[in-house]
Nanobody, 120 residues
């Protein structure tokens, strides 16, 4: 069974940094785009950043210049380095990946979410 497991969330003061990790495991043939989304209390889930298998990245305007997404294809892992954090970055961060399993078709997968809280 394919799954995504996130780690690295926590509580940090404004202007601090955190690094999130998300590892895919299971019977995987390949992984296409991977990304991070977040959901603040009372708000809809929004895109933070994505990265293709070839390394092309895309960021939400609100995090450009502060967050960096990267991936290690050999480890089926995507990272999100978050610097200069602001209180408005607070939320549950979810990992997403378009995974092609060994048997079957590509499906988007979601991690369980990791809480990021930025105090002012």
């Amino acid at each position: 069974q394919v799954q995504l497991v996130e780690s690295g969330g926590g509580l940090v003061q404004a202007a601090g940094s955190l690094r999130l990790s998300c590892a895919a495991s299971g019977r995987i043939r390949s992984i296409n785009t991977m990304g991070w989304y977040r959901q603040a209390p009372g708000k809809q889930r929004e895109l933070v950043a994505t990265i293709t298998s070839g390394g092309y990245t895309n960021y939400a305007d609100s995090v450009k210049g502060r967050f960096t997404i990267s991936r290690d294809n050999a480890k089926n892992t995507v990272y999100l380095q978050m610097n200069s954090l602001k209180p408005e970055d607070t939320g549950v961060y979810y990992c997403n990946a378009n995974i092609v399993p060994e048997m079957g078709y590509m499906l988007p997968r979601w991690g369980q979410g990791t809480q990021v809280t930025v105090s002012s």
